[in-house]
């Protein structure tokens, strides 16, 4: 398991819990399969080369039981133009870190720790090979100093499922360029020669 390098983090959220807890409400059928996710993901998760993507940043819940008051993503640097919007009270900053990463904030307002947040952005797909897996670190900030770091990246024999806190993911796929059909020349005509004897 791969870290971004970031401060010292102060891991109060028990996700393996949390993980254990959904997939219980999950068999009882009080969940779909659509919700019952237990960290930040990014919607949609693909994006086209040389295309804007337009996105958004889903947090299903708080530190345990502690409300979120502030979110920071940094964006790899193949990921350019970055703007946030600001939403239902919250402000989005947009600011550059010595290494020319682009990081996005969100403060300014409290989301309750059961209840799902969105925070849309959009950045210009840079130069990156197809079938790459852009990986964007979210920090957490939660009330009585409670925090989650969202930084981990998994080793090439492990996935998501395997880490207790994984940074979200965007693959970045080829543009599917539609196949045009070439055009026939119309047959050549020399005229009515019915009437010729």
Known sequence: MRQFTLPHRKQ????????????????????????AFAHPQLAPPLANLDT??????????GCDDYATVKLRIRLPTSLKEATATSIDGWTSTVSRNKKGETEITWSGARLAPDVEGRFKFQAKIGDVKPGTKL???????????AQSFWIDVPESDQNDDDLDYPAP????????VTEQRPVRAAPETHGDHSNIK
Do not use: M, N, W
């Open 12 to 35: 109060v959220c028990r996700q393996r819990r949390r993980l254990a807890a959904l997939a219980t409400v999950f068999v009882l059928g009080l969940l779909t399969p659509t919700t």
């Open 52 to 61: 804007l993507y337009q996105g958004e940043l889903r947090v299903p819940h």
């Open 135 to 145: 990986y964007i670190p979210v920090l957490q900030f939660c009330e009585q100093e």
């Open 169 to 176: 993911s965007l693959t970045i796929e080829r543009d599917k």
